[in-house]
């Protein structure tokens, strides 16, 4: 059998992207107006890590181009949720905090798609999920790995 013609590889990936596809498109209705699933994504990354980052720094955690993490963080400081600063050792750097209005922005988010996902657990079985956890994460692992190659 070729490398091409592996069903059990096929199989695997084709429902990870139906799964991220269909749970983006659900998700992304459920967030507050005007807020997209790229916004809460930085937002909660902002807020679980308690510490400034550079653009460069979250383009590189989104797997993003910087010209695609710029526009998503101009939109989140033209909306009030992040405080962009110049970087106090590198001017040429910037430097990107949440604001007390991203934190509530992204309570709003988390408030408004926490029903959704527990009741995807739910309807799973906790046991099942938590089984399922680890051979994600080595996937998620493995594929990060192979970026740097």
Do not use: C, Y
Request: hydrophobic share 45%; net charge neutral.
């Amino acid at each position: 059998m070729s490398n091409s013609d592996d069903p059990l590889s096929v199989a695997l990936f084709s429902e990870m992207f139906m799964a991220d596809q269909l749970a983006r498109n659900r998700l992304s209705r459920a967030l507050p107006k005007g807020m997209e699933l790229s916004h809460f994504s930085v937002l909660n990354h902002l807020a679980r890590s308690s510490e400034e980052k550079s653009p460069a720094q979250l383009a590189r955690v989104f797997h993003v181009t910087r010209g695609a993490m710029t526009n998503t963080l101009n939109r989140l400081e033209w909306a009030g949720h992040i405080h962009i600063r110049p970087d106090w050792d590198d001017a040429r750097r910037k430097m990107v905090a949440i604001s007390t209005s991203g934190l509530r922005a992204r309570e709003a988010a988390i408030d408004a798609i926490a029903p959704i996902l527990a009741e995807t657990v739910r309807e799973i079985g906790a046991d099942r999920v938590r089984q399922a956890l680890p051979v994600i994460r080595e996937l998620r692992l493995r594929l990060e790995d192979d970026e740097g190659v």
